[in-house]
Structures are given as C-alpha cells and as structure tokens.
C-alpha cells in the first residue's frame, strides 16, 4: 500500500464530524465527534498517529471552509489537504440547483457521488440525518432534485419547545397505544418523519417509469427502513465514497 493510497476523510456534518481512514482499498475506522472541546486538535492528532499524508475534506458548515481549516490544522503543512466544494459537484452530476448550486449542500451532492460509485442505474439516495433528504439521480447523472423532510429528532424538539411542560423525564413505550406524552409524541414523530419516504419514492418512481437503486444513509436509517417497503441498500460511508471519488477524478 502506498502512501497515496491511504488517505483520511472528514465530513463536518451539521450535528456531528466523521473521520474515516480509508487504506487496503476499504474505508475503515469511522470516528465521530462532536463540536465541543477542540475538534481540529483531536483531528490534527488522529491524523498524526498513522503514516498517511492525504486528508480529503467536505463541511456543510460555514465555519469549517477552507480558508479556516488549512489554518487550524497548524501540523499538517507538508500535507495533501483538498476540499470539495458545492462547483466540485459539477464534475460528476447535472445538478437541479443550477441559479442557486449552493443551497444543494455538499453533503446531498456526495451523496449522489457516492452512490454513482456504486451503481450505473438510475438512483435515490435517502439521508436520515438532522433532516430527512431524498434525491433521485438518472442514468444519465441528471439530477432531478428531491425534497426534504423534518427528522423525528426535529419533531420531537419541536413539541418540547411548544409544551409549557417536561415530558423527557417519561418512559417511553413501543406499544401501538400510548400512556404518557414521550410516547405519543415518539410514536407520533417516527410516522411523520418517516412514512412520507415511501410515498415520495412511489411518486418518483411513477413520474420517471423508473426502477431506481434506493440507498439510504445516516443515523436514523433505521427508521427510515422500518417505515418502507422498498428494498432499501444501507451504506454508512456514502459521503465518504462520494469524497472518494471527488479525490480519483473522473
């Protein structure tokens, strides 16, 4: 393995940041943090640790640009640091966001990358995360947009900041018929945020008469699963296969 193999890849996410260490042609060793204490130190150190010169970078968040991060990471000079942006995107895929590409967010753009890497058919890509995104990307690479849902976290946060009182102390139950308020407004978030999934995959798949990949990626693609009858292909890296390809080229 060459040290051009072995690179890092970093995802500043909007509630958390992934590293991966990918070597032996495999993505391994997923770190998450959060963004408290001093995340571009621990990163700088991590890096540090493995004999590896190549970092490849994506942020959703403005703080985390370029500019920022080549000058926080103050031990890494001698190294190989590229950043994807939202223009990078135009390499790969015709995206729907043409008179406005930044509001696409790189992350929904990797996404679609990632699941290239992996399929030439037409695609969806579904991402539980903060929020609900679902794309679809045709054979062709043409973006055709997508829509967004709010999360269940994003629901149930909602509800805590509406009530006069504090339900987060309840224990919640898995049952159909609820007793106390966690596990109505539980229940409840899980069918608003994720039934919608399956209806709009119906709707596309109609639209186009297609027969698309669906892929589904982030923290609460379980949920999104268990609320679907599609067969739905689970990939935890996608971002970090979009990035991947964004580093080869195509």
């Known amino acids: 393995m060459t040290l051009e193999n072995k690179k890092f890849l970093i995802d500043f996410g909007h509630t958390r940041c992934k590293v991966a260490f990918f070597s032996d042609d495999k993505i391994s060793t997923i770190e998450r943090y959060d963004y408290s ?61 043409k008179d406005n ?58 509800f805590k900041n509406m009530l006069d009182f504090d339900f987060s102390n309840e224990k919640i139950s898995e049952n159909l018929f609820s007793d106390n308020t966690a596990s109505s407004i539980n229940h409840g978030a899980e069918l608003s945020a994720y039934i919608g999934v399956e209806k709009f995959i119906d709707e596309i798949i109609v639209h186009f008469n297609s027969n ?24 935890e890296s996608l971002i970090f296969e979009g990035l991947l390809v964004y580093d080869k080229g195509m």
Do not use: M, Q, W
Not at 213 to 235: M, P, R, S, W
């Open 37 to 97: 204490g001093n995340l571009v130190t621990d990163i700088e150190k991590l890096i540090l640790k493995h004999d590896c010169k190549n970092v490849v970078c994506s942020s959703v968040l403005p703080k985390y640009n370029e500019d920022f991060l080549i000058k926080s990471f103050s031990k890494l000079k001698n190294f190989n640091i590229k950043f994807f942006n939202i223009d990078d995107s135009l390499i790969f895929i015709n995206p729907a966001y």
């Open 101 to 158: 590409l930044n509001r696409l967010g790189v992350d929904r753009a990797l996404n679609l990358i990632g699941a290239r890497r992996r399929t030439e058919e037409d695609l969806i890509v579904v991402d539980a995360g903060t929020a609900t995104t679902i794309d679809y990307l045709d054979k062709n690479n043409v973006h055709h947009g997508g829509t967004i849902l709010p999360s269940k976290d994003l629901i149930v946060d909602t």
């Open 212 to 235: 698309p990949i669906i892929f589904v990626t982030g923290g609460a693609y379980l949920d999104v699963i268990h609320n679907c009858n599609y067969e739905l292909k689970h990939v």
